[in-house]
């Protein structure tokens, strides 16, 4: 903390101020806070169990697999002695296409391996019957983070292309070309994204599930994009048969095919060998994952060195193998005493918040009637999945790295196709177990807490209740917020997207919404970017109603006996410490910058400030006047 700040003034400051000043971003980060903090813990526990299960002498099939990615993963020399061979057949395979069909095939092979040349496909339930796994096409293919990389005029953004063109040059020339070809082929890199990010839709708008859902049949994607043999490319990836699909963005399909008009074969192919090099650049040897560093990272996003290589190794398994990691990172990490802990928080949250629902001033009674049954209808998952992912087909070897990630991406891509048609598996989990995070998914209806996040500074059995509330309790809260969101709001109790909202209830919602939209778009991240209010809304509405939920639940605990002050300070004001303090951080400007247009999270100092200036609760916990900055003049509250 830093007491010297009055907590009335800037709270973040006064809750974080130390920490901020003795944490300074390591050379390795683009951001460094209290979440990394936790991550780096928990990374360090996932580095005992691989280390273990690499050396051990007799060893289970979860061992051997986990083990010997790690060791894979380890072995530079191996790696680097085998230069670009484990892509050039592939590469090779690119640049002899000579027509339409050869880059329908070509397109079919890289998603297979993981690869989402010009749009996304994949599975996931039907929007409208949440039962019902369906095929979803999506707008994709970009190697930048965002469409607006693409489009904006600005200096900053007309470097930034700059950069990325001399990148994607210098990969090609590593990869074998003569400068003048990489050069050619890299502007043509640029010029096919471009036309993918002008046809894309806008993050704001992806966020509208109205928007986003179009059901066609098979047959009319010939209307949208003719060129495309699109019975070749489903074949060719091994979906199994389906009629209908959700085309996410219709129009930007029919005006890609209409941009594609007189473009090259060249075009087509420079586009993909990059995307291969891209993707592969950290299982080829040194100079490729230098060059993928020195733009990706050390450009882009302000990182000065690359993170030491057996913590990279960890992320590896993490994403490639991650449920057989998680099995073990639960025993050495969870107890089942912080599970029935964590599983009575989540209760009591749950009754604060129907409650929370109840005194509403500005509800119906039917619709309030609707929030309760969605709200009694959550799943709630605490610490692991229900059921572990199936590894069995994946084939790891202890010195094939960059084979050994390939057929680890192909099994899971397969796994995701093949749901296509399928009942829908509401248990599984899109996060692994040691993951810092959690999430709602408003189509199983389910708030989701890995073991990783049920972690010191969020949690921690032994110590003080309050605390305990503005750190874990609001998280719950939190994710319980999202289900009643802008966007969670629009599904009903079985993940339906439905309106069961009277048309007075939705206005007055929007109203409040837009309150807080208009609050988080005056924050300024760096320079002259500004939060873009409409992109964080869920998460900020989620903030808001997260803490206050947590503080109810917490004064809802604790009714019969107050919890004493501890250290001078009274349990609510701890609960908002403990909430602040979850969000210690530094950026790189670099980093703010991209996650200003990216991320529909705050940083860390307005989701903070932002929240913690709309709650009278707070303010009285720390007297603060009326005419001080954490006093908002318009403060804004939806839930
Ligand atoms: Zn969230």
């Known amino acids: 903390m830093n007491t010297s700040v009055n907590p009335c003034v800037d709270f973040y400051q006064y809750a974080c101020g130390n920490w901020i000043a003795k944490n300074p971003l390591p050379a390795d980060r683009a951001r460094w806070g209290r979440f990394n903090e936790l991550q780096d813990h928990n990374e360090k526990v996932a580095l005992d169990i691989l280390q273990g299960a690499a050396a051990a002498k007799t060893r289970s099939a979860l061992d051997q697999k986990i083990g010997d990615l790690y060791t ?5 020399a191996g790696i680097n002695k085998k230069g670009i061979e484990p892509i050039k057949a592939e590469l090779d395979r690119i640049n002899a296409i000579e027509n339409r069909e050869g880059i329908v095939a070509e397109m079919a092979r890289l998603h297979r391996m993981g690869i989402g040349v010009v749009f996304g496909f994949g599975s996931r339930p039907d929007p409208k019957d949440s039962n019902r796994m369906i095929a979803v096409l999506s707008p994709g293919g970009l190697s930048l983070p965002d469409r607006d990389y693409y489009l904006k005029t600005d200096p900053k953004s007309v470097e930034i292309r700059q950069r990325y063109v001399q990148h994607v040059q210098k990969m090609f020339q590593l990869a074998g070309d003569t400068t003048e070809a990489a050069s050619q082929k890299a502007k043509m890199v640029l010029d096919l994204e471009t036309i993918l990010a002008k046809d894309a839709l806008d993050r704001v708008s992806m966020r509208d599930p109205n928007k986003i859902y179009h059901m066609l049949a098979r047959k009319d994607l010939a209307d949208l994009l003719p060129m495309l043999d699109w019975d070749a490319f489903f074949q060719g990836i091994g979906a199994p048969p389906f009629e209908s699909l959700n085309v ?30 891209r993707s592969s650049a950290a299982a080829l040897a040194a100079p490729f994952e230098n060059e993928y560093f020195d733009f990706w990272q050390r450009y882009l996003a302000g990182v000065k060195e690359p993170r030491p290589r057996n913590m990279r190794c960890v992320t590896v398994v993490d994403r490639a193998l991650g449920d057989l990691l998680g099995q073990k990172y639960v ?9 029935a802990q964590i599983t009575t928080l989540v209760d009591g949250l749950e009754k604060t918040m129907g409650e929370d629902i109840a005194a509403l001033p500005w509800m119906t009674d039917e619709t309030k009637a609707a929030a ?23 084939n790891v ?85 999202h289900g009643f969101d802008d966007q969670g709001r629009k599904f009903d ?28 778009s005056s924050f300024t991240s760096v320079d002259d970017m500004k939060l873009n209010g409409r992109l964080t809304l869920g998460e900020n509405t989620a903030d808001n109603g997260g803490v206050r939920i947590a503080y109810m639940a917490l004064e809802n605990a604790t009714k019969d006996k107050k919890l004493p002050v501890l250290d001078g300070f ?9 909430f602040a303090q979850v969000w210690c951080e530094n950026m790189s400007p670099q980093e703010l910058r991209q996650r200003a247009m990216t991320d529909p999270h705050s940083p860390g100092r307005f989701r903070v400030n932002g929240t913690l200036q709309n709650m009278p609760e707070f303010q009285k916990a720390f007297s603060c006047k009326p005419d001080q900055p954490m006093v908002s003049q318009n403060a804004c509250r939806v839930w």
Request: charged letters at 25%; proline letters at 5%.
């Open 72 to 76: 894979s993963c380890m072995d530079t």
């Open 248 to 277: 996410v963005y219709p129009d930007g399909l029919k005006q890609f095919a209409a941009d594609l008009t007189g473009l090259p074969l060249e075009t087509g192919k420079a586009y993909f060998s990059y995307q291969l090099l």
């Open 331 to 339: 025993q050495a990490a969870f107890s089942a005493d912080a599970k």
């Open 372 to 394: 309760q049954i969605k709200l009694k209808a959550i799943t709630n998952n605490v610490g692991y999945p229900k059921k572990w992912r199936d590894y069995s087909k994946v």
């Open 397 to 481: 070897k202890p010195d094939d790295f960059a084979g050994n990630l390939e057929r680890a991406t192909e099994v899971m891509y397969s796994q995701r196709i093949e749901k296509i048609g399928q009942p829908t598996d509401k248990n599984e989990w899109t996060m692994t177990t040691p993951t810092v995070n959690a999430n709602y998914s408003a189509q199983s209806n389910s708030i989701n807490f890995p073991a990783g996040i049920l972690q010191v500074p969020f949690f921690d059995a032994k110590r003080d209740l309050a605390v305990n509330y503005g750190g874990v309790g609001a998280v719950i809260g939190h994710e319980m917020t």
């Open 493 to 520: 109790a079985d993940g339906n997207l439905r309106d069961w909202w009277s048309a007075k209830d939705g206005s007055e919602f929007e109203k409040r919404a837009t309150c807080i939209a208009d609050e988080y």
């Open 570 to 578: 009274t349990p609510e004001q701890r609960l908002f410490l403990g």
